[in-house]
């Protein structure tokens, strides 16, 4: 029997892997990337915290020039595959699984972080914001909006970044449609204003995720593959005048893909829009339902044990207790999270937060 206690901690079928408990590391972009260049220091990171039952790394760029970071990693190049290859041997060879989230920011990536070269959305419409660059804070620009042709080219990027995860030894991959990043702009009509076929009606503004999630399982198989979305999320200037419905067409949707989860944020980073998200989608999704946003562990276990969702994500938690599932089995404090060290280049507030056991 599962109770509350013990639901977290169970083992679990995800896709085609078993995870040993129901906790699942966050994406979480941390800038150590230098130069987009995958690195010994986040092989580190990720080994340290590899008894979770799933890592998942931050959001990795599938083309050049889309940075909206300015040191978020790639895996569009040979020696960002061998980069990364220091990070799935690392946690590996501490037990552990990874996948890796794959990502386009769209109108998000400011030309001053990408050579100049504009930024690209389903539609000319910037967020309402400014972002850091090289030459501090600036506004968001105008992004080009694709055509038909360039889409098909992005989805070419995605397929070939699910070929050099392989190779690197990833086992999976999260597709990124969350966030108001590409994939989430093309969803939320907020963003989304073409009058193709890539805009209007649910169907046709999740086309550009259909033929991504297409190109992707066709490489992986759809049990190494998840989905994260945001349906709620406000960040990048999102909305969408119908998220329940939305979320609820992409459940259905995903269904036809058996995948290895779905990865559910259920709310809003600034408490903007406002529903109960995760139980549209447990209504009508048949799959594994990974949710994310502010479970403590307990609520996580009684979550999983209520069948309200299979596996729950952690962001910061993780992020400052390498030892995260040890601390959660014996009932243990936490180490509070320095926001200060979220994105600084090096191991402080990295590598170096502290054990149970010291």
């Not at 040993?20 to 130069?35: E, F, Q, S």
């Not at 030309?111 to 000319?124: F, I, Q, R």
């Not at 991504?212 to 049990?223: C, F, I, P, Q």
């Amino acid at each position: 029997m599962t109770t509350a206690k013990n639901a977290l901690l169970s083992s679990v079928t995800l896709g085609d892997l078993t995870l040993p408990n129901r906790i699942v590391m966050a994406p979480l972009t941390r800038t150590r990337a230098i130069g987009h260049q995958p690195n010994a220091l986040m092989a580190e990171y990720y080994s340290q915290r590899a008894s979770t039952g799933l890592l998942i790394t931050e959001c990795t760029m599938v083309s050049a020039n889309t940075s909206s970071f300015g040191n978020d990693p790639g895996i569009y190049s040979q020696e960002q595959i061998e980069g990364w290859k220091l990070t799935t041997n690392a946690v590996h060879k501490a037990d552990g699984r990874v996948f890796i989230q794959i990502w386009h920011a769209g109108r998000a990536a400011h030309p001053l972080l990408n050579g100049g070269k504009e930024a690209v959305a389903p539609s000319a419409i910037s967020i309402d914001d400014e972002t850091h660059t090289p030459e501090g804070k600036k506004p968001y620009t105008v992004p080009h909006a694709l055509t038909v042709s360039e889409i098909k080219t992005i989805v070419n990027d995605f397929r070939q970044a699910a070929l050099n995860a392989k190779e690197a030894g990833f086992d999976g991959v999260e597709i990124h449609g969350a966030n108001g990043y590409l994939i989430d702009q093309f969803l939320r009509d907020s963003a989304n204003q073409r009058t193709d076929e890539y805009g209007g009606s649910f169907e046709n503004r999740a086309r550009f995720l259909t033929e991504v999630l297409d190109a992707v399982t066709e490489v992986m198989g759809s049990g190494r593959v998840g989905l994260r979305l945001s349906p709620l999320n406000s960040f990048n200037s999102m909305k969408d005048s119908d998220p329940v419905g939305l979320v609820r067409y992409l459940a259905e949707l995903l269904n036809g893909y058996n995948l290895a989860y779905l990865h559910l944020m259920r709310a809003d980073f600034f408490g903007i829009q406002k529903a109960d998200v995760v139980p549209a989608v447990r209504e009508v999704y048949k799959g594994h339902l990974m949710v994310n946003m502010g479970y403590s562990p307990e609520e996580a276990s009684q979550v999983i044990a209520d069948k309200q969702a299979d596996s729950v994500a952690f962001g910061t938690g993780i992020l400052a207790n390498p030892d995260f599932v040890e601390r959660v089995k014996a009932g243990a404090d936490f180490n509070a999270p320095d926001q200060a060290t979220f994105y600084t280049p090096d191991g402080k507030g990295y590598t170096d937060y502290p054990l149970m056991s010291a």
